[in-house]
């Protein structure tokens, strides 16, 4: 196993994304039947009389069926601009810049304030790079995710990627160069509800970075520890792969649910919310559990699911 410090990596990462690795146009594709009028008909009804902005995007893989409101309008990402740092990352790894075993050294002026799992690690502890990826996305530590953006090239070089490969709003703001007005308004990162699906529907499909990174990324996506909002209205025997994001005026989560019928992904992002709060009641929260619920009843109808009583004693 390779061991290094993040400052010894960094000259080597500085060309990681520097040709385009997946389908050029990925972030503008999606389905060719027409929008299905029955299920946009019913989203709008779920999103009237938000107190705020939202942006939906729906698409049924196998059909093409698609629903979409403001899908491609520019939200805050919060925490979901994690899913593109795992791709740069990974991007990384293939081209042999970065190891997925390689041993790091954390030090304590990584930290990123806060209540990261990470952040428990005593100055100089070594951890493995997989390890710092699994708690980024399983339980969304910000110090993970940060590092991981610096080893990945920074936010200018997973911008490069994003924007060769057909992500034109999808973009990382927070300690990127040039980037300030745009992280004064959207924050850490910003994306569009079609870009952030479509990302994720890149990775399910073998087509970011190459087949085998993508199983890898797509195994990390499932084993989410977050499952109290649009996770918590799938059968939990349903694999579902997923990153949730979550500042304090906007509820932001993009799924991709491995169904009986077929796959189908969606991305919910909210901005501008009156519902500043922090409990499940949160206008935000409760549209995510609501436009997930509605989505597994209208594709998978004959396999109908309420979660039991008493079941959010057990959602984090």
Known sequence: MLRCSIALLLPAVLSVLESPVALAGAGTAGGTAPPDSTLQARLEELVDGFRGRVGVYVRHLESGRTAAINADELFPTASMIKLPILVATFAAIERNELEFSQQLTFTDSLLYPGEDILGAYRDSAEILLSQVLLLMITTSDNTAALWAQHLAGTGTRINAWLEENGF?????????????????????????????????????????????????????????????????????????ASKQGAVDRSRSEVVLVNAPSGDYVFCVITKDQADESWGADNEGFVLLRSISAALWGYFEPDHPYQPPPGAERYLP
């Open 168 to 240: 034109d709003g999808t973009r990382v703001n927070s300690r990127t160069p040039d980037r300030r007005g745009d992280w004064e308004v959207y924050g850490w990162g910003q994306t569009t509800p079609r870009e952030m699906a479509e990302l994720l529907v890149l990775i399910r499909e073998g087509r970011a970075v190459s087949a085998a990174a993508s199983d890898a990324m797509y195994r990390h996506l499932t084993r989410i520890y977050w499952t109290g909002e649009a996770l918590s209205r799938i059968p939990p025997w349903v694999q579902a």
